[in-house]
């Protein structure tokens, strides 16, 4: 990722949740954390990833509501020429992280129960 993007992506990220912790109202977005922010090398898109710890569905309707009020403000505060279309998109590194944790956590209980039935 060049400087620039890199600038970018943590400019967007930085203002995005600025504007959602004082500017948009919506309670189903309280708990609404971004994550990550991935900019395009031409700096025409950006997805965005989020995490909530509340319901997911209704923070994922919530943020597609209040997308084009976020590009708006976006608008208003980056100094860049074409402001970047936004996709948010659930991060479910965790989630995914909390799966693996998982199958480890089996598998040596698994091999723990193994070890105390054969005999040594």
Do not use: Y
Request: proline fraction near 4%; charge should be positive; include cysteine.
């Amino acid at each position: 990722m060049k400087h620039t993007q890199a600038r970018l992506a943590h400019e967007i990220r930085e203002r995005i949740a600025t504007i959602l912790r004082e500017r948009v109202s919506d309670p189903r977005l309280e708990t609404f954390s971004v994550n990550e922010v991935r900019v395009a090398p031409d700096g025409s898109f950006a997805r965005i990833f989020w995490g909530t710890l509340g319901q997911t569905a209704s923070a994922a309707e919530a943020i597609e509501k209040a997308k084009p009020f976020i590009r708006r403000c976006l608008a208003a505060e980056l100094r860049v020429r074409r402001v970047p279309e936004l996709d948010f998109r659930l991060d479910e590194t965790l989630a995914r992280a909390q799966r693996v944790e998982d199958v480890l956590r089996e598998l040596e209980q698994a091999r723990a129960a193994k070890q105390k039935e054969e005999p040594s």
